[in-house]
């Protein structure tokens, strides 16, 4: 397991293109991101295949490396999203996970979800436009820090401190549960 700082110099050097950095990271992370592959597949090879896709991806992105505040969150969205597209183009595995799942349970999960998703916006709302503005450049849009700050012609660390207050007003206001929903899902 690396130190935050090992991680942090990890990526920086990965971003300026050095493969034994990425090496690392991909030695340190790989086991976690089959794991979780393998969980959501549940064929073996399958989630190598997946995850070896995560990691060419994020050698194709490690110019956004600097960028991103956690990895091992970034990994796990990456993960997400690869898993999606596996399924789309596999509709026979969608059909198999799917069958897994009691009808029942997907309608609530659904409707639970657009509960969740209601009380968060309601909460974004009442911020200051600025930081709804931001928060919403950033966990919805998916845009880096520096993207923003440029879109918005302001400081990177401007935009960081409004997304640190807009975070610590949603920890305030939501359940802990649905504050790590907002929190994985960047």
């Not at 190598?48 to 990895?71: G, N």
């Not at 993960?79 to 999606?84: A, G, K, R, V």
């Not at 520096?146 to 660390?157: D, N, P, S, Y």
Request: one cysteine or more.
């Amino acid at each position: 397991m690396l130190t935050e700082s090992q991680e942090r110099f990890l990526m920086e050097r990965t971003a300026e293109g050095d493969r034994s950095a990425f090496r690392q990271l991909f030695d340190n992370y790989y086991p976690v991101v089959f794991g979780f592959m393998k969980s959501l597949l549940q064929v073996k090879e399958d989630a190598s295949d997946v995850a070896q896709e995560v990691f060419i991806k994020l050698w194709l992105m490690r110019s956004a490396l600097p960028d991103i505040t956690s990895l091992r969150f970034y990994l796990y969205r990456m993960s997400l999203n690869q898993t999606i597209n596996f399924i789309k183009k596999n509709k026979s595995c969608a059909a198999v996970l799917l069958t897994d799942i009691p009808y029942d349970q997907m309608v609530e999960d659904v409707i639970d979800m657009k509960d969740k998703e209601a009380f968060i916006a309601a909460v974004v709302s009442r911020m200051p436009e600025q930081r709804r503005k931001i928060f919403i450049m950033s966990r919805i849009e998916h845009r880096t820090n520096e993207e923003i700050a440029t879109l918005l012609h302001i400081k990177k660390k401007t935009v960081e401190n409004h997304l640190n207050l807009a975070l610590k007003e949603l920890r305030t206001a939501l359940p802990a549960s649905l504050f790590l929903f907002i929190t994985l899902f960047r």
